[in-house]
Structures are given as C-alpha cells and as structure tokens.
C-alpha cells in the first residue's frame, strides 16, 4: 500500500473529546443542548443511523429526543411535530432522518425546519448561505470531508477537486465547500462525458455516487487523494465504499477506508452543529 490512511474514526474521537467538554459546559452555564430525532416508517438503514445518532448524543453529553411517527403519518402530522419542537426553547437541533415515505414532500418538511435548529444544513436558507459563502450550519457529510483533509495537512488551494455526484445532501454542498477552499472544482455525475479522462487530471476525488467500488486504479492519477463517501453493501452484504480500495490504496497518496472514514464524521459533524446551535440559541 502506498496511499497514506485518513483515519476518521480515530479523527472523529479526538473532535467528540471537545465536543464533549464544550456540551458540559453549556449544561453548567445554561442547560443541556439537545438534538430533536424524527424518524418516520421503519426504513431499517435509517434505524440504524437514527441509532448511531442518538447514541452519539449520549457519549458527548448531549440529550436527545427520538420521535419515532409510523410510516402512514400524514405530512400534517410531520409538520405539526416539527412547528412544535420548532417552539420548544429546550431543543436546539431538529434532524428529520431521510428518505421519507413516498407521499410526504422531503423539501416541504425540511423547509418546516427553524433555520436556526437546522443542524442537517438542508433548509434553503442554509443552503444559499453556503453558496454565498456566508455563515451556516453546514452540511454534515461534506463538511466532514473538510475537517478530514484538513486534518492530514492538504492544502487545497489551486488544487483540481472533482466530486463524483450531484445530491443536494453531499456532491453539490461539497463542491461549494471545495470551492470555499479555493480549489478549482469539477462536479461530475451520470451524464458526464469521458469521466476517466476527467478523474485522472484531479488533485483531490471525492466519491459520492452510491455505487460500489466504482472508483477504479485505472481512473486516478498517482498520488491523489481520494475521499470515499459511498456506503453500500456488496453481493456478500459487506459494507464497501464507492471505491475499489484494495486496487486505488496502490495508486492514491491519501485514501479513506469504509468503514472507519467519512461515516464517523458525519455523526461528529452533527453533534457539532448542535453545539452550535445551542450556543447561538444563548448568545
Ligand atoms: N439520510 C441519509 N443521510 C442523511 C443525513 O445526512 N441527514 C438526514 N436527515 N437524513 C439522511
């Protein structure tokens, strides 16, 4: 193996240390921050990361508050719950854990959302903050990239980032994050012509297309780093990435493996949007 491993486990632990220290102090000073969890059907991959949340919050001190609706609750009864914990002064962040049942608007539900408590970062106006580059609760995935790359010394400026995927949860966020770093950004998707001649021209690849092991050696330049969002079960039902990491980890100078990398950070990153949250609800 030649590329150098970004651990985000071990990064994750680190970051949850403070995350924690600072959770009890704003317990001391004001009251415990706390992260509103709503889950609607019984969706088994969402339960699993609506656990790993809840429980996240309980080793850093932070409380939370599962709200568990069946699957045929109507999007009033959504909206309703949200405009409540919206009003409750004891609940810093609302997180409406997606996908949602077919018959309720995903974009009307997280319009409900009070931009303040929006600690996922999907409300519209988080999203334009971030494109304007002003100010946000941002987007906990790609932001967990940042904090990863920023945390092995890579210097993006001028750097050719490409982002394989354009969902409005990773690629496009992570794009305007790349750019907010002063890198030159490609944002490829399904309909991108000659991808291979694209993806062996970038510094930086950050794959988030869903895809197992679609990354291939064949498509990335020696010694670039490569960021792997993707998790998704192989034909054996092991957890893999959108990376072929046994053949790209010859090839990359940084890589990042599934499981232990961006997943961890992206429950880091919410319980630190929390903290946000809750700090600016006492300032
Ligand atoms: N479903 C998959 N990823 C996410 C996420 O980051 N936030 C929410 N709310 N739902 C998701």
Do not use: W
């Amino acid at each position: 193996m030649t590329a150098q491993l970004i651990n985000g486990k071990d990064l994750s632990q680190q970051i949850r240390k403070n995350i924690k220290e600072k959770a009890s102090q704003l317990t001391e000073k004001y009251r415990q921050p706390c992260l509103a969890v709503i889950l609607v059907g019984e969706d088994p991959a969402s339960q699993v990361y609506v656990r790993n949340k809840v429980k996240s919050c309980e080793d850093c001190g932070i409380k939370s508050i599962l709200q568990r609706l069946p699957a045929d609750s109507t999007e009033k009864e959504v909206i309703d719950l949200i405009n409540a914990l919206n009003q409750d002064k004891e609940v810093d962040g609302i997180l409406v854990q997606l996908p949602l049942p077919k018959h309720i608007s995903e974009q009307k539900i997280i319009e409900t959302i009070d931009v303040a408590k929006d600690v996922d970062g999907f409300h519209l106006h988080n999203v334009g903050a971030l494109s304007c580059g002003l100010p946000c609760l941002k987007p906990c995935t790609p932001h967990g990239v940042i904090k990863m790359l920023e945390s092995a010394n890579i210097d993006l400026e001028g750097k050719l980032a490409l982002v394989l995927g354009r969902s409005n949860i990773v690629g496009k966020p992570m794009a305007q994050l790349l750019l907010e770093k002063n890198a030159t950004v490609i944002l490829a998707h399904s309909k991108t012509r000659n991808l291979q001649k694209l993806t062996l021209q970038a510094d930086v690849i950050i794959a988030a297309v869903g895809r197992p092991l679609f990354l291939k050696a064949e498509m990335v330049k020696p010694g670039a780093v490569v960021i792997d969002v993707g998790i998704n079960r192989n034909s054996e039902g092991k957890l893999c990435g959108d990376v072929d990491f046994e053949n790209v980890k010859e090839t990359a100078g940084f890589i990042t493996p599934v499981p232990g990398g961006v997943g961890p950070m992206t429950i880091t990153m919410l319980l630190e949007n929390t903290l946000i949250a809750a700090e600016n609800s006492f300032q």
